[in-house]
C-alpha cells in the first residue's frame, strides 16, 4: 500500500503540533488528512463517517478526554482499526496504552515520540500493511467438537516445527512441535482456533497424542540425515487428570525408539490446577522417566511462580510478551532479568520466545539467557523443510 491510499486523521489539541503533524504527513504523500482539535470533535466527525480513516494519529495527552479515553471510545463503537499514539510520556505508559489498545482489538502501529519527524511518522505508517494484511486463518465458522472429531479421523492435525537456538553459539538444538490443522481445502488453521474446542470436548489427550507420535517420527528421519535434535511438545494441564498419561507418553516415544531424555514437555495452565494430585503424579512420574519439564508462558496467567516452586521444571520459557519491545522497556527487561535470576538459583534452562529483532536477541544474549525461539529464527514450518531451515540460519553479527 502506498501512503496515497491512506487517510490519516491528526487528534492534537495543540495547534501547532497539529498543523506541524499534518504537513508532515503531507510531505509523507499520505492521501487524506483530517484533523480534529480534541477527542469529542473526532468522535463527532468518525461517527458521521461513512468510511473511516484507515489510521488515527493520537496525541495522548489531551485536556478534557485525553487520547486514553478517546481510543477506549474508537475500539467500543468501531471508529478505527489501528491507530498512532503521539507522546513525550515515559515507555512504560506508551505500552499500557498498546496493550489496552490491543485488548479493545485496535491495533497499536507505533508509539511516535515527539517531537514528531517525517522519519517517525514513515516508519509508523508503513507498518501498516503488515497490520491490516497479515495472512489471517481466521476460521470464519465457529469450529465445532464434531469438525474436530473429523479432522482428527481424516489425520489432518500435524505438528509444526518452530526451531529453538543457543543464544551463545547460534547452534540449532531442538524444535518446538505447533500443532497445526490442515484443511483439505489447502488451508492451515492454528491452535488458537481448535485447541479449546478440544479441551472442551474431551479430545485433547487424542490430539497431544498424535502430535507426540508424529514429532518423535519427524525426530527419527531428520536423526537418520545427521540432524539430531530434541523435541518440545505443548501438553495441556487437562492431558495431566488421568494418571496413565505418563505411561502413555513413555510407550509413544519408546516406540519410536526415541530418548525421553531428547523430550520436552511444555505444560500451559489455562485454568487453576492448584495441586491437584493426578497432575502431580503424572509430572513426577514424567520426570522420574526422563523426559524434561517446561514452564510454558511463564508470568501469565497461572503459569506462576506457586507452580515452580512444586512442580520439577527443568526449563522455563519467557513469554513473548515480555520478550517484544524489551530492549526499548525497561519495565519487561527487567521481568526477564528477575526470571533469569530465578532460573538460575533453580538450575533451568531458559528459553526466550517471541524473539523477533536482532535488538530482542542481543538483549537476551547479553542477559545470559540459554536459547533463543522466535520469527528472527524461523516462523513454525513443515517437518520436511526444517533441514532447510536449519541449514539456511545464521545467526546475527551482534
Ligand atoms: P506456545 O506453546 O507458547 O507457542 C508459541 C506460540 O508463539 C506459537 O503460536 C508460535 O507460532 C508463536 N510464535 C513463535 N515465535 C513467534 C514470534 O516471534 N512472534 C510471534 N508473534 N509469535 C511467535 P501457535 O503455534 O499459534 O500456538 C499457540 C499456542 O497453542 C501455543 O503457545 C500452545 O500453548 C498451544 N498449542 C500449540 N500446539 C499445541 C498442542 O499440540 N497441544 C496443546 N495442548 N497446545 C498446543
Ligand atoms: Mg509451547
Ligand atoms: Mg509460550
Not at 487517510?7 to 501547532?16: I, S
Not at 503531507?26 to 466527525?45: I, R, S
Not at 474431551?202 to 530434541?230: F, N, Q, S, Y
Not at 503424579?281 to 506462576?304: C, E, M, P, Q
Request: with cysteine; charged share 25%; aromatic share 6%.
Amino acid at each position: 500500500m502506498q501512503f496515497n491510499e491512506l487517510t490519516v486523521m491528526v487528534v492534537e489539541d495543540h495547534g501547532f503540533q497539529r498543523r506541524m503533524a499534518m504537513r508532515l504527513l503531507g510531505e509523507l504523500g499520505v492521501g487524506k488528512v483530517l484533523e480534529a482539535a480534541d477527542g469529542h470533535q473526532a468522535l463527532e466527525q468518525l461517527s458521521g463517517m461513512a468510511v473511516v480513516p484507515e489510521v488515527l494519529l493520537v496525541d495522548l495527552d489531551m485536556p478534557g478526554m485525553d487520547g486514553i479515553e478517546f481510543i477506549g471510545h474508537v475500539a467500543q463503537k468501531k471508529l478505527a482499526r489501528t491507530v498512532v499514539v503521539a507522546s513525550a510520556l515515559e515507555p512504560a505508559l506508551l505500552n499500557t496504552v498498546q496493550t489496552m489498545a490491543r485488548a479493545y482489538g485496535l491495533r497499536v502501529l507505533a508509539a511516535v515520540e515527539k517531537p514528531m519527524t517525517t522519519q517517525k511518522l514513515a516508519d509508523a505508517l508503513s507498518l501498516f500493511d503488515t497490520a491490516v494484511d497479515a495472512p489471517t486463518d481466521d476460521a470464519d465458522e465457529e469450529i465445532t467438537a464434531a469438525d474436530v472429531l473429523e479432522g482428527m479421523d481424516r489425520d489432518e492435525f500435524v505438528p509444526f516445527f518452530q526451531p529453538q537456538v543457543e543464544l551463545a553459539n547460534g547452534r540449532v538444538v531442538g524444535v518446538e512441535a505447533l500443532a497445526r490443522w490442515r484443511r483439505p481445502d489447502g488451508g492451515v488453521v492454528r491452535p488458537v482456533h481448535f485447541i479449546n474446542v478440544a479441551e472442551r470436548e474431551g479430545l485433547i489427550d487424542r490430539m497431544t497424542e498424535r502430535v507426540l507420535e508424529k514429532a518423535c517420527a519427524w525426530k527419527v528421519r531428520w536423526a537418520r540425515d545427521g540432524l539430531h535434535l530434541k523435541i518440545s511438545v505443548n501438553v495441556s494441564m487437562l492431558n495431566l487428570g488421568d494418571v496413565s498419561a505418563a505411561d502413555r507418553y513413555q510407550n509413544i516415544v519408546q516406540s519410536h525408539g526415541v530418548d525421553p531424555h531428547d523430550v520436552v514437555l511444555e505444560i500451559t495452565e489455562s485454568s487453576v490446577m492448584g495441586e491437584a494430585a493426578s497432575a502431580l503424579n503424572v509430572l513426577a512420574r514424567l520426570r522420574l522417566k526422563g523426559f524434561g519439564l517446561s514452564i510454558d508462558d511463564f508470568g501469565t496467567g497461572y503459569s506462576s511462580l506457586a507452580q515452580l516452586s512444586h512442580i520439577p521444571f527443568t526449563e522455563l520459557k519467557i513469554d513473548q510478551s515480555f520478550v517484544t519491545g524489551a530492549p526499548s522497556q525497561p519495565r519487561k527487561r527487567a521481568v526477564i532479568e528477575a526470571s533469569l535470576e530465578l532460573a538460575r538459583k533453580l538450575d533451568l534452562r531458559v528459553v526466550g520466545e517471541g524473539v523477533e529483532t536482532i535488538d530482542e536477541w542481543q538483549m537476551l544474549a547479553e542477559l545470559g539467557c540459554t536459547v533463543a525461539q522466535g520469527y528472527l529464527i524461523a516462523k513454525p514450518t513443515p517437518g520436511d523443510r526444517i533441514a532447510d531451515v536449519v541449514a539456511h540460519w545464521r545467526r546475527p553479527a551482534v
